[in-house]
């Protein structure tokens, strides 16, 4: 994995989404790809909907985004090598230092959501 996007902000204040209309900032995060090793063909995947569903919630599991990670990216070995598990890369790379996310979750094979860290 490793390369990801966020679908949806569900944190984001009216007033950033008035000031960022198009997303894709820290303010307003929809359409935020990363981490910024990602390429562009990788960030194509994304956005044409490719990847596991994921969603980052503080530790009282209030959701705050939802987004897809690919399973392999084009930058996987390298964050592997310079940062850690691919997997959590949503997570460790946005959620916790944006809105301090704690808990990555994906749907299990019976379709519900299960913590992956």
Known sequence: MTAWIITKDKIASEEDRAANPLGGCNAFAAGLCGPGVASPSDIERLEKGEGIKFRLLDDDGEVYYYGRRLEESDCTTWYENHIGESELAPLDN??????????????NSDGKWEAIN
């Open 94 to 107: 946005f959620g916790r230092p944006n809105a301090g996310a704690v808990i990555q979750e994906e749907k």
